[in-house]
């Protein structure tokens, strides 16, 4: 296997971190590894298998119980390594690349003037509050897969899911909740994941990260970390705007691009958390259903639908 820049370094410090330093099954071991021939060989974890291909194959509700496994073992992760971050650095002597958040807040003004919908007023007040929580999270600060989707969550295909966490490329010491927003708003592989709180990955997720971050508890400060983070990936997806805007009407990913929108703000609604922020995602929706009006689709039964 081969990697480009830091990903082979990122990926071999979080394993190891996990494996050995915290005694941690969560993840695959190291077997061995040599970065100068850019080789890195890792416990076989079959016969379990990605998540997502299950449900594409047999459909959502075959696999709610390995959804719920999957929620648990984002928060577990984030429970067992609160706190070591210091630990993980000195280990390793990783650094953050570069202050993404500051990056985001001044994209996501070009890119919302670029669909006619500017961020201005409170909205913008609550987005840079909602930044600001991303960027210093406090007792939140937990090792993150980096790429919390249900293709790196590994299950077995029946009996006890026994999930595991792959591909750790892009882990490193961020906000707890930055790994839960896949739970709330489609990936790339979904057009929609509907409501984690009825399906009960919420409270699955949320029980398993306030074992080890007892701040989870706190509806408040739970819910506008939450409702920030979602808000943060549907800004890093509003970066596609001008492409989704070239492509063929009926394209799966305006549909997908909509719906993130409005998931994100409805996670903030029901947290009570950033109201003006998720207005102005609600009309940033609004105006693509209008200007793509093969987007204006009702995608609230099709949760986990794959994206074409």
């Not at 306030?210 to 890093?236: H, I, K, M, N, T």
Request: aromatic residues 6%; proline residues 5%; glycine residues 8%.
């Amino acid at each position: 296997m081969t990697f480009e820049g830091r990903r082979p370094q990122t990926e071999l410090a979080a394993l190891r971190f996990l494996s050995e330093d915290l005694g941690l099954s969560l993840t695959p071991r190291v077997i061995t590894a040599d970065l100068s021939a850019g080789l890195l060989v890792l416990e076989d974890l079959a016969p379990r298998v990605p998540l997502d291909q299950l449900i594409c194959r047999d459909g959502v509700e075959a696999h709610r119980e390995r959804l719920a496994a999957f929620a648990r073992v984002l928060g577990e992760l984030g429970a067992a390594t609160a706190g070591h971050e210091a630990k993980y650095r000195e280990r390793y002597g990783l650094l953050d690349d570069s202050d993404r958040f500051a990056a985001l807040w001044a994209r996501a003004h070009q890119d919302a003037a670029a669909v006619g919908v500017p961020i201005a007023g409170r909205a913008a007040s609550e987005l840079s509050a909602a930044l600001d929580e991303l960027r210093t999270p406090g007792l939140f600060l937990t090792l993150g897969n980096g790429d919390a989707e249900s293709n790196n969550c590994l299950v077995h295909e029946s009996g006890p899911a026994d999930a595991r966490l792959i591909d750790f490329e892009a882990a490193g010491y961020g906000h707890a909740l930055l790994d839960a927003v896949c739970l709330y708003v489609p990936g790339p592989r979904w057009l929609s994941v509907g409501d984690p709180v009825a399906a009960g990955l919420a409270d699955e997720y949320r029980r398993a990260l306030a074992r080890g971050v007892p701040e989870a508890q706190d509806d408040r400060r739970y819910g506008f970390a939450l409702a920030a983070a979602c808000a943060s990936w549907a800004l890093l997806r509003l970066q596609r705007f001008g492409l989704l805007d070239e492509r063929a009407p009926g394209d799966h990913s305006r549909l997908q691009f909509v719906e993130t929108l409005e998931s994100a703000a409805r996670t903030a609604t029901a947290h009570d958390a950033v109201p003006a922020l998720a207005g102005w995602l609600r009309q940033v929706a609004d105006t693509l259903r209008r200007r793509w009006p093969d987007a204006d689709v009702d995608l609230s039964d099709r949760a986990y639908a794959p994206r074409r």
